[in-house]
């Protein structure tokens, strides 16, 4: 039998995965005390491989966006033909792939954050996403990540689902949050049913019943009240509503998975998924290819996740990031390098949206970063700060990102 520690709780015979960021003791309090209830919740998505930010939200009034790309560059919005990109505003546009999230654009719930990123100038992935999780760029020795510090800072009661990650392990944004649960399907969460789960069940009870004998005493009987206390609210027989239909991917699945632990009202208040496949150095593609398929999923998923949860929406703030953008010129393989700042939206309740935040710097080239990138002229500690704080109602006093103030910069203002 694999080793069990109090962090996770390791698959064996009939049981899944469990990964949790603390001693599982609140497991019992919470399943033993009231119902968690409807809360605010804040799902997070990474796009990780960094995201063509330029081929996401184009900056199709920017004729330097068009010398930059001859081959690659998406053609500027026709009103009469879809299959161009999707104007917003008169200056940038959606990528048609993304013509899904126009529902939430008109609706003012989606808002948009061009030449977002980090200070930092690396181009490694690693180093990129590990600064993003954490929320301290340049800094490689941070123990926790910003959004487990906001669970921290939060005052809601507890629950042994206040926090969830859509996967088999743990990401470095959530560390040291306390309630966190990875799961990589709800329905692998529970006890199979059938005569497994007889079986299964009893052996892992009397297993428990040695007491301090045995070192899964505790661990385990915790983690099966988690599992009763999700069996009883059942959130994978939650149907979803309002006529949406997420794609059948990995990432659609994740979004209805989070959406259906909403509905459950169990007490999330916190939700990750990651998505990749946005390291497009060869045959990026424009309008089509294989960017494009990947935007395709990416906001016919965010889209049905709106749809889904309808009113709830109201309590709910989706954020996306990546860990940097790409470069403006197209290379030699019609695809893009490691670049700076890159594309971010904020979608929900409480969102100001229908518009366009920060500053565009530009792409002539005196504007680019380092002579080739998009500049970042919005923190990504800005607008995370703005997002969280607000919208989870965090006191003035949690501290999101240590060593970074955020008084001179002026709130982006996209939050009510």
């Known amino acids: 039998m694999a080793v069990v520690t109090r962090r996770t709780f390791v698959r064996c015979g009939a049981c899944s995965l469990v990964a949790l960021a603390a001693p599982p003791r609140f497991l019992l309090r919470a399943a033993q005390g009231a119902e968690p209830g409807r809360r605010k919740v804040l799902v997070a998505v990474f ?19 068009y010398e930059a790309r001859p081959t690659i560059a998406l053609a500027r ?31 003012r719930t989606l808002a948009i954050v061009p030449a977002c990123g980090s200070p930092d100038a690396t181009r490694s992935h690693f180093d990129a ?55 990589a399907r709800i329905a692998d969460f529970q006890i199979k049913a059938g005569s497994e789960r007889g079986a299964a069940q009893r052996g892992f009870e009397d297993l428990y019943a040695a007491g301090d004998r045995d070192a899964f005493y505790g661990i385990g009987r915790e983690t099966f009240e988690a599992v009763r206390l999700l069996k009883k609210a059942a959130p994978a027989q939650i149907a979803t509503a309002n006529g949406a239909q997420y794609p059948a991917s990995p990432f659609g699945d994740k979004l209805k998975q989070i959406a259906q632990l909403i509905k459950a009202d169990i007490g999330l208040e916190i ?23 990947r935007f395709l999923d990416f906001g016919m998923a965010l889209a049905a996740f709106h749809r889904d949860l309808g009113d709830r929406m109201a309590d709910v703030v989706v954020l996306t990031m990546s860990e940097f953008g790409r470069t403006i010129r197209e290379n030699g393989n019609r ?34 970063f380092e002579g080739r990138d998009l500049a970042v002229t919005t923190d990504f500690r800005v607008l995370f700060s703005e997002v969280a704080m607000r919208h989870l109602d965090l006191p003035s006093t949690t501290i999101l990102f240590p060593g970074f103030r955020s008084d001179p910069a002026p709130a982006l203002g996209l939050m009510t």
């Not at 796009?47 to 966006?65: I, N, T």
């Open 129 to 183: 996403q590990d600064y993003m999780e954490t929320g301290t760029p340049g800094v490689k020795n941070t123990p926790d990540g910003w959004l487990g510090r906001a669970l921290v800072g939060s005052s809601c009661p507890p629950s042994p689902f206040r926090s969830v990650t859509i996967g088999p392990t743990l990401p470095r944004i959530l560390r040291g949050g306390g309630n966190v649960v990875a799961m």
């Open 77 to 107: 919005p026709l009103r009469a033909q879809p299959d161009t990109a999707l104007d917003l505003d008169g200056f940038f546009a959606l990528n048609p792939a993304l013509g899904a999230l126009q529902e939430a654009w008109r609706a």
């Open 271 to 293: 939700a990750f998924a990651d998505v990749g496949g946005w390291d497009t150095h060869v045959g990026q593609g424009n309008e089509k290819g294989q960017l494009a398929a």
């Open 47 to 65: 796009q990780r491989g960094a995201v063509d930010g330029l081929s996401m939200v184009v900056p199709h009034a920017d004729p330097a966006y």
């Open 335 to 368: 695809g893009t390098d490691h670049g700076h700042g890159t594309a971010m939206l904020v979608m929900g309740g409480g969102v100001r949206g229908g518009r366009i935040y920060g500053r565009w710097p530009g792409l002539a080239r005196e504007q680019l």
